[in-house]
């Protein structure tokens, strides 16, 4: 079977994300109509009248039905405009741009943590199974999986920073003025979101690994005399690559949900402080601004990793 260039990959992949696009901006946009309050009170101040309140609700289009005011900022998104915040009138695009970059330092830094620490810990697991090293790592990636990333959060900072002082506790520093010191403020919620992450790793690499190692194949290899060390990273760690690819893309939407709890432990100025804050004032701009700008990513990463394991394996584009 003939293989598609990558650009109608591409295409067909976006055609697919259109609805994915729709039905969470959609969802997220009904529910906010259901938080309590009512924003244009807020805007309108104290002690004011119920005719400047409608007069609010009716600049805003907040007294227009459900559906026209989910087209119009539908309209306004296919035009490249994410609206204004409805309480400090600016561009919604200004403030993720604002914000993005120290989210996404803290899920690259998770990231890297999880796989610098995951794949050799899911590696050794396979090599030795049933070994005392192999239920260690067991043990190690169930607690990882188990203990809640806000609770690992306040301990780290109740050790490395109140008791220790070795780095901050709160906010965020450019990682354009200052890489170092950026990177030090983004450390310890980098490690509270890289503990899930790690144990997956190791988790889901072991048990891939021993699918492969056990294989007809891998016993033919051994019967020829290669060593385990050169079946292990010519053969074994490419059989599996596909599926750390699929862990990986996973992970990276994971890391940017468990963002909305961490950034708040460590009053960090990112994107999930960003939504919190929006929901809770009902600033319905920055929230949907907030919600397509995560799906788009979302969406990004998983064409990406579709068109990497494709490279990898003809055969899944087949």
Known sequence: MARRSPVKVIGSRLLQALPVILLA???VFALLKLVPG??????????????????????????????????????KVAQGDLSQSLLT???????????????LLIVVIAMV?????????????????????????????????AIPGFWLAMIL????SLKLNWLPATGAKSFSASPIEAIRYALLPGIAIAAYG???????????????LSSQYVRTLHA????????????????????????????????????????????????????????IQRDF???????????????????ITDLLCAAIDPRIEQ
């Open 25 to 27: 901006t959609f969802m």
């Open 38 to 75: 009512d924003i244009a009170v807020t805007l309108a101040g104290d002690n004011a009248t119920d005719t400047r309140i409608a007069e609010i609700r009716s600049i805003y289009g907040l007294d227009r039905p459900f559906l026209v005011q989910y087209g119009a900022w539908l309209g």
């Open 89 to 103: 009138g600016e561009n919604v695009a200004t403030s993720i741009g604002r914000a993005f970059p120290n989210t």
């Open 113 to 145: 943590l999880a796989l610098v620490t995951g794949i050799p810990m899911g590696v050794i697991a396979a090599v030795k199974p049933n070994g005392w090293v192999d239920k260690l790592v067991s043990l190690i990636a169930s607690v990882g999986v």
């Open 157 to 160: 900072v109740a050790e490395f």
């Open 198 to 212: 790690m144990a997956e790793v190791a988790r889901q690499l072991r048990g891939a690994l021993l699918e492969v």
């Open 224 to 279: 020829k005399g290669l060593s385990m060390s050169r079946i292990l990273w010519q053969h074994g760690l490419k059989n599996v690559s596909v599926n750390l690819l699929t862990i990986i893309s996973l992970l990276v939407n994971r890391m940017l949900a468990a963002t909305v709890v961490i950034e708040a432990v460590f009053a960090i100025p990112g994107l999930g402080s960003l939504i919190v804050r929006g929901a």
């Open 285 to 303: 701009p920055i929230v949907q601004g907030v919600v397509f700008t995560v799906v788009v990513v979302v969406i990004a990463v998983n064409l």
